[in-house]
């Protein structure tokens, strides 16, 4: 049971809680049995699992006496999702703020960023993070420069990480040991693998101590990080430079922040993702989870699945009961309009409604193709005013039919007998409910008749496939056999 809704005071209150879902869909189409359970991090206030480490620091910064309402400047070099998530609490307690990111991050972060009342400063990508041209130098330059400026430092602010030892991984182990097993979701009571990409390295560190230390130490850690960033252990993983660039923001950099933990034992294992596959696996959220998730949450799964088909995970892979949890860290909102999105998302292969939505749109409006003698393509068919004596075949959809396949053909046989007729592969395809002897249709079908579901003839090339015994009845509801 959900707890009661209450009135938060601010948008600080919406920070968190986010929701733990199965992703079942999705681990049934990699062939897994253990439990996928996916932390969705965009549902958060600012939409990003960033917004509780801003929260964090800034209220850290106050009780420590370092922030003035209406003096203090608040600067700080980031991707954009603690940009965003600072400058949501400088809106909301009065600081000034400004935001300093590479030219990569998209044009939506910045537009939020500006929206809530931050000054955003760009610098170039390619900027080694020690240049003075990078997002950090040029922020320290800021706070050295303009009065009351002050960096709260992501990358060495020790409530990084303590923001998601003391949120982010009891939420997540709470939700596991509140669900209890049932025969259709066994469940070890445990989080027993854990999966979080890597920028400042705050986030799968401080989750990590919250699990190893209060619930699992022996859960698996599993630390993923970009091709073309040097976060992995061993070094080995990162290749010996020059490390090529990847597109995906927000996770990987070209040094080590002091949050990430080399802890020995609390990150076991890391695993390296590319573009191609963050970008895939962020699809198949979307397609299969309706989850509108980010190009860092699609490396967290991408990383999830190659390390589950690998020698390591197998075991976990295929062992019901597992829990294995994958950080998913922001929304698609923030690259709705980049190239990679837009190209998944407008390039996509059509669904067979496509076709359907096709020959609807192409008929005169208000004319019905049965009723005013039209073949499915909208062409008309010569009937000689009896529509049972034409027996040429003619295309016609099957909506919700057989699976990836959109067409068929109707075949004449002559006058009032007639039968669907279908490739043989098509046919045997169709999910089936039961099967009709051939001879079942072999008497005539009147003109007009309607059944449910309609019944298939297997067919090879026009003719009856050698061998074929059966008729496929597919499930459908219903549907109206017209010719």
């Known amino acids: 049971m959900s707890p009661p809704a209450v009135v938060l005071d601010s948008a600080l209150g919406a920070v968190g809680n986010t929701p733990l879902i199965r992703l079942d869909r999705l681990a049934h189409h990699e062939g897994l049995k253990c439990n996928l359970l996916g932390k969705l991090e965009y549902t958060s206030a600012g939409g990003s699992v960033k917004d509780r480490i801003a929260k964090r620091m800034v209220e850290a910064a106050e009780a420590e006496g370092k ?8 600067i700080e070099p980031t991707s954009g999702n603690t940009g965003i998530g600072l400058a949501m609490a400088c809106a909301i307690k009065g600081y000034a703020v400004i935001i300093v990111m590479p030219q990569k991050m998209s044009l939506e972060k910045e537009a939020a960023l500006r929206a809530l009342g931050a000054e955003v400063v760009r610098t170039p990508t390619e900027a080694a993070w020690d240049s003075p041209e990078s997002h950090i130098g040029v ?6 420069e303009i009065p009351g400026g002050i960096i709260l430092d992501q990358y060495r602010n020790v409530n990084n990480p303590l923001a998601h030892e003391f949120s982010t991984g009891p939420e997540i182990i709470e939700a ?58 061993p070094s080995s993983l990162n290749g010996t430079g020059p490390w090529e660039s990847y597109i995906v923001e927000g996770i990987g950099y070209d040094f ?31 397609r299969r989870e309706g989850t509108l998730v980010g190009g860092s949450s ?50 996509a292969e059509p669904t067979p409604l496509a076709q359907i939505i096709k020959s609807v749109l192409a008929r005169p ?29 003619y295309t016609f959809l099957l909506p919700g039919l057989l699976a990836g396949v959109g067409t068929g053909k109707i075949s004449g046989f002559g006058a009032h007998r007639n039968a669907i007729s ?9 999910s089936r409910s039961r099967a009709i002897p051939v001879n079942a249709i072999n008497n005539a079908i009147a003109c007009g008749d309607t059944f449910s579901p309609p019944r298939i003839r ?7 496939a050698s061998g074929a015994s059966q008729v496929v009845q597919c499930t459908v509801s219903s549907y109206a056999y017209y010719v």
């Open 298 to 347: 699609g490396s967290s799964l991408a990383g999830a699945l190659a390390w589950l088909r690998s020698d390591a995970g197998k075991e976990v892979a295929q062992t019901e009961g597992k829990n294995v949890v994958v950080l998913l860290p922001d929304g698609i909102r923030n690259y709705i309009g980049k190239d990679w999105f837009l190209k998944m998302a407008l390039e």
């Open 67 to 74: 922030l003035v309402p209406g003096k203090s400047v608040v």
């Open 458 to 464: 297997a067919t090879h090339g026009g003719h009856r």
């Open 139 to 144: 922020a320290a330059r800021l706070q050295r």
């Open 176 to 233: 596991v040991v509140n669900t209890p097993s049932t025969p259709e979701h066994p469940s070890s009571g445990k989080v027993d693998v854990l999966f979080a990409g890597a920028g400042t390295g705050g986030t799968v560190s401080g989750i990590a101590k919250a699990i190893k230390k209060a619930h699992n130490p022996d859960c698996i850690v599993v630390g993923v990080d970009p091709v073309g960033s040097i976060l992995a252990l």
């Open 422 to 430: 279908l490739p043989l592969r098509s046919a045997m395809e169709c």
């Open 365 to 393: 409006t208000g004319q019905d193709q049965h009723a005013n003698g039209l073949k499915a393509d909208g062409t008309k068919r010569a009937t000689n005013g009896d529509p049972c004596n034409d027996l040429d075949a």
């Open 256 to 286: 080590v922040p002091e949050v990430l933990s080399r802890e020995p034992g609390l990150i076991n294992h890391w695993v390296k993702t590319n573009d191609k596959d963050a970008f895939a696996a962020v699809r198949e959220l979307m």
